[in-house]
C-alpha cells in the first residue's frame, strides 16, 4: 500500500506556527482571521530550532522545515530581527540572542538598554525590522514573504504595548515608539503585518 499521505486542504486551514513566541501568534492571528494558527505546544509538540543560518531567509525556511518534517501539516514561520544602520546591521539575525552572555539570553528590557548603551552618542539612529515569512503547505509547495519596517532606534524606551524592541522603536511619521501604537496600527505597517498579509492573500488565492 502506498503510504504517502495526501493532505487535501480546505479554505480554512490549521496551520501551527514554528515558534513559541505568543507574540507573534498574537499578532499573526489578527491577520490570518480565516484561519487557526496554533503553536507547537498547542497540539502537544515540542518544537525548538537552533537558528544557524546566515540570513533570515534561511533560518525562516529552516524552522519551517523542521516543523514540517515532524507532523506533516500545514506550518507558517516567522524570522524576524533589528537591523541598525550604525552598527553595521546588527543584531539582525541574531536579534533574539543580543547581548547574551554563555548563553543566557537577556530580557527584552535589559537588551533594549543593551543597544541604546551602543549607539550613545551615534547620531546615525536608521533602523528596520525584517519579517520573513515562510508557509509550508508540503515539502514541495512552500512560499516566502519578507518584508521590512523602518524607523528610528529612540534615545530611552517609551511605550508597552508589543515587545522585544518595540519601546525603542521611534516612527517619525507618527511621533510614538511602536510600543506606544495599538496592536492593530502595528499590524498595519509592521514588517510582520505586511509579510503576514501577502501569505494571507496568497492562501485566499490557493
Ligand atoms: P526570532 O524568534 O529569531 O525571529 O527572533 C526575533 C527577535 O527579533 C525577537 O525576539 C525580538 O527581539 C525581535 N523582533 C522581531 N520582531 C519584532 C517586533 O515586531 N517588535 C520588536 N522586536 C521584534
Redesign the pocket.
Given at each position: 500500500m502506498d503510504s504517502t499521505r495526501t493532505i487535501v486542504y480546505s479554505h480554512v486551514m490549521e496551520i501551527i506556527l514554528a515558534?513559541g513566541?505568543r507574540h507573534k501568534l498574537f499578532e499573526l492571528k489578527e491577520i490570518l482571521t480565516d484561519h487557526t494558527l496554533l503553536l507547537p505546544e498547542d497540539i502537544g509538540i515540542s518544537f525548538d530550532f537552533e537558528?544557524t543560518g546566515t540570513s533570515f531567509l534561511e533560518?525562516s525556511q529552516g524552522k519551517a522545515f523542521a516543523l514540517f518534517n515532524k507532523i506533516s501539516r500545514p506550518v507558517l514561520a516567522?524570522?524576524?530581527?533589528?537591523i541598525v544602520e550604525a552598527l553595521n546591521g546588527e543584531p539582525g539575525i541574531y536579534?533574539?540572542r543580543y547581548g547574551s552572555v554563555n548563553g543566557i539570553e537577556l530580557e527584552?528590557p535589559a537588551?533594549n538598554i543593551y543597544l541604546l548603551d551602543k549607539l550613545q552618542g551615534e547620531s546615525n539612529l536608521s533602523a528596520e525590522?525584517i519579517?520573513c515569512m515562510s508557509l509550508i503547505l508540503d515539502k514541495n509547495r512552500f512560499f516566502v514573504a519578507q518584508e521590512s519596517f523602518k524607523g528610528e532606534i529612540t534615545r530611552e524606551s517609551t511605550g508597552i504595548n508589543?515587545?522585544?524592541?518595540?519601546p525603542i522603536?521611534f516612527l517619525p511619521e507618527y511621533g510614538k515608539t511602536?510600543a506606544e501604537l495599538p496592536e492593530k496600527e502595528k499590524n498595519k505597517i509592521?514588517?510582520?503585518g505586511k509579510a503576514g498579509y501577502r501569505i494571507a492573500k496568497l492562501l485566499e488565492e490557493l
Open positions: 515558534s513566541n537558528e533560518n516567522d524570522d524576524s530581527g533589528l536579534s533574539a527584552a537588551r525590522f519579517c508589543g515587545f522585544g524592541y518595540d522603536f511602536v509592521s514588517h510582520r
